[in-house]
């Protein structure tokens, strides 16, 4: 029979990209984890890596292994969740992932919430960029995550993960506070404030302004949207902004009608596939969902 832990760890290395990657993110050695690899291939009786330069990738048998592995997983977080709706009431640890914005916003007072209202359930919160908060949760690191997806750049999550869509933000566009514009084209000279250009956020925002005939001139970057809204305000930068962070700082800043304001990001709650039907996660997800409608609607 084959070691579901040395299962787990040759899926780790697929999912962060080579052996050290995955030895430092769980906390263990290289040889170690070369160890159990090597035993894993004994028992299978195949070869599950292959030495590129000086890292080394699955094969095609290591990565049918991997896609069985996530079966097994899913089944197991299936089973958990069956057992778990035999208590009466959630409880147990939950950790939970989440971005800024709704970190700052929304979580205090869902977790208040679940605090009243379920005391044997121990919610505990990371704040995590969404791209790492899903590695995490693939990596059981997390039970859960926050994150939010943009138009057009949203993808398919990753195999082994159940969405569920818990609200929507609208972004609009602002121009620095205090300067005057004739015409549209005095935009094409504007400073702009971005989040990282690999994030979804910044990539979206490019595309719109291209979109308008704009090509952004991005002077300053931060993962920071608060400073985003600073920025604005002082009459620095344009930007586009989540009405939640403009509730947040209670701003009174107008969109311009010169960007579009008809947009708007997604929330989402993300699990392990099989564990969507746990009372626990889902009382989580309620009292997230239950929040976010009720500040939407303020």
Known sequence: ML???RLTLLREVKLHGSMSAAARELSYSHSAIS????????ETGVVLLERVGRNVRLTPAGEELVRNTEAILT?????????????????????????STISRSVMPF???ELARNYPGLDVRLRREDPEQAVVQLISRQVDAVVSDAFPGTAVAPPGGVHTTLIGQDPIRG????GLEFADFDDL?????VAEPPHTASSQW??????????DPV??????DLLFHLRMVEQGLAAAFLPDMVLREAGSVMTPSSWLPADQQRSIQFLVRSGSERSASLTAVREAITQVLHAKHNM
Do not use: N
Not at 218 to 223: A, L, R
């Open 174 to 177: 602002y121009l620095p506070h």
């Open 188 to 192: 094409k000279q504007l400073r702009w």
């Open 35 to 42: 160890q159990q690899l090597g035993l894993l291939e004994k």
């Open 205 to 214: 925002a490019v595309r719109v302004c291209r979109e308008l005939g704009i």
């Open 110 to 112: 869902a977790l208040a």
């Open 3 to 5: 070691d579901l832990h």
């Open 75 to 99: 089944a197991m977080e299936r089973a958990e969740a069956d057992l778990a709706t035999s208590h009466e009431r959630p409880q147990g640890i939950v950790t939970i992932a989440a971005f």
């Open 218 to 223: 991005i002077s300053y970057v931060s993962s």
